[in-house]
């Protein structure tokens, strides 16, 4: 599979989503972070913003769920038009169960590991979701440096769904730019969220396009994509 880029309207001016969505033409996804203040200590936006994005652009809305309780909301937010739901490990109650119903509603299941959460307890899982992100920061707040040390947990994730055979994608987010995305690629990630490093420059979808060129290069050469 292709590179893909989901820029992060976190790093967007939220007084002007509509364009900051529209700026970002050419991008794969939308990506759309949810915090609730209770699993992450901030607070963003909820059901009402996703519609109203959904209707303002045609790049499909990557929601991710940083909060409680994902099992009684992550249908909602399918509901409201988002073409793929990202509910956490640590906070779902029977995260089998809300990842069939998620794609029994028309969307794409995934779900994302904390930093300090092992992906090897969830191997099981991975039959069932269309997407696994590993986060490569402390979800909460935009802007962070990216943890080197989650780069050997994509490789363990990679060689996971390899050896599955599973046609999982694999996001990392956090502190995606150009000087980690080819790192990202090199270990096994194939979709990237990008915030700063997309919104805060002065042409956001010629930063898209650069990332992915970045990111299909270093694919290109990487072990695990050329063992397929």
Same mark, same amino acid.
């Given at each position: 599979? +292709?590179?893909?880029?989901?820029?992060?309207?976190?790093?967007? %001016?939220?007084?002007?989503?509509?364009?900051?969505?529209?700026?970002?033409?050419?991008? %794969?996804?939308?990506?759309?972070?949810?915090?609730?203040?209770?699993?992450?200590?901030?607070?963003?936006?909820?059901?009402?913003?996703?519609?109203?994005?959904?209707?303002?652009? %045609?790049?499909?809305?990557?929601?991710?769920?940083?909060?409680?309780?994902?099992?009684?909301?992550?249908?909602?937010?399918?509901?409201?038009?988002?073409?793929?739901?990202?509910?956490?490990?640590?906070?779902?109650?029977?995260?089998?169960?809300?990842?069939?119903?998620?794609?029994?509603?028309?969307?794409? +299941?995934?779900?994302?590991?904390?930093?300090?959460?092992?992906?090897?307890?969830?191997?099981?899982?991975?039959?069932?979701?269309?997407?696994?992100?590993?986060?490569?920061?402390?979800?909460?707040?935009?802007?962070?440096?990216?943890?080197?040390?989650?780069?050997?947990?994509?490789?363990?994730?990679?060689?996971?769904?390899?050896?599955?055979?599973?046609?999982?994608?694999?996001?990392?987010?956090?502190?995606?730019?150009?000087?980690?995305?080819?790192?990202?690629?090199? +270990?096994?990630?194939?979709?990237?969220?990008?915030?700063?490093?997309?919104?805060?420059?002065?042409?956001? +979808?010629?930063?898209?396009?650069?990332?992915?060129?970045?990111?299909?290069?270093?694919?290109?050469?990487?072990?695990?994509?050329?063992?397929?």
């Amino acid at each position: 599979m +292709a590179a893909q880029i989901n820029p992060s309207i976190l790093s967007a %001016d939220f007084a002007r989503l509509s364009d900051e969505a529209r700026a970002v033409k050419g991008a %794969d996804w939308l990506h759309v972070d949810v915090m609730d203040n209770h699993f992450v200590p901030n607070l963003t936006l909820g059901v009402p913003i996703v519609e109203s994005l959904s209707r303002a652009t %045609d790049i499909p809305l990557d929601c991710h769920l940083m909060i409680e309780d994902p099992d009684r909301w992550a249908p909602q937010y399918v509901e409201a038009g988002a073409g793929s739901v990202t509910f956490h490990a640590e906070a779902a109650a029977a995260p089998v169960r809300l990842a069939r119903e998620i794609r029994a509603k028309g969307a794409r +299941a995934s779900m994302a590991l904390k930093p300090a959460t092992p992906i090897e307890p969830y191997e099981d899982l991975l039959p069932e979701l269309d997407m696994l992100l590993i986060m490569t920061v402390e979800p909460g707040f935009g802007g962070q440096a990216f943890l080197d040390i989650m780069l050997p947990k994509i490789r363990r994730t990679r060689e996971l769904i390899s050896r599955h055979g599973l046609e999982l994608w694999l996001q990392v987010d956090g502190g995606v730019s150009a000087e980690t995305v080819e790192r990202c690629a090199e +270990a096994g990630a194939d979709v990237f969220v990008a915030g700063s490093a997309v919104y805060g420059t002065e042409d956001p +979808a010629a930063a898209v396009r650069s990332l992915r060129a970045q990111a299909e290069q270093a694919t290109a050469v990487a072990p695990w994509a050329c063992s397929h």
